[in-house]
């Protein structure tokens, strides 16, 4: 049992449909949505006119981390990790720093562990800003933070490498 196991884990787990594939990336992409809706005071969509939904602002991401390196998917199977992220505005420093607290409180609240990501040092992209993050009940991983190339405001919600069925 313990040798299956491991031979699974390193296979990069078990093989899903398509279809659970599907919901899993709707499952992420809700768990980002829900995320900023929650912000408050509320920020601004960037580069978003005034009014747009976080349906069609939300950014999908790819990563290269995901991919079979082993050769162990077989024909077939593939792997992909939904990722979605959204780049926000906010009025103030203090706005932001106030969205971190109530974000935590909020994240706390539901029961779910809160991790402290520390701001970018003097210079860097986000410098000053601390972010946090959590996993969710559904095992979305949400950080709410400055993002890492850019510096600016962002949650993302990663669902993990996943391997599945082809569509």
Not at 80 to 89: A, F, G, H, T, V
Not at 111 to 140: F, N, W, Y
Not at 146 to 156: C, F, H, I, L, M
Request: charged share 25%; aromatic share 6%; hydrophobic share 30%.
């Amino acid at each position: 049992m313990v040798l299956a196991q491991a031979c699974e884990s390193m296979a990069g787990g078990p093989v899903r449909s398509a279809a659970d594939y599907g919901k899993h990336t709707t499952v992420t992409k809700e768990a980002g949505k829900r995320t900023v809706s929650q912000l408050r005071p509320a920020p601004y969509l960037a580069g978003a006119l005034r009014g747009a939904s976080l349906e069609g602002t939300a950014n999908e991401e790819g990563s290269p981390s995901c991919k079979d390196d082993l050769g162990a998917d077989g024909d077939g199977v593939t792997r992909d990790q939904p990722i979605y992220s959204w780049k926000l505005e906010f009025d103030s420093r203090h706005d932001y720093l106030t969205v971190v607290k109530n974000l935590r409180e909020e994240w706390s609240k539901r029961g779910l562990t809160v991790e402290h990501i520390p701001a970018p040092a003097k210079g860097e992209p986000g410098q000053g800003l601390p972010g946090i993050s959590t996993i969710d009940d559904r095992g979305i991983n949400l950080m709410f933070g400055p993002d890492r190339y850019s510096g600016a405001p962002t949650v993302r919600a990663d669902g993990g490498c996943i391997r599945h069925l082809y569509h």
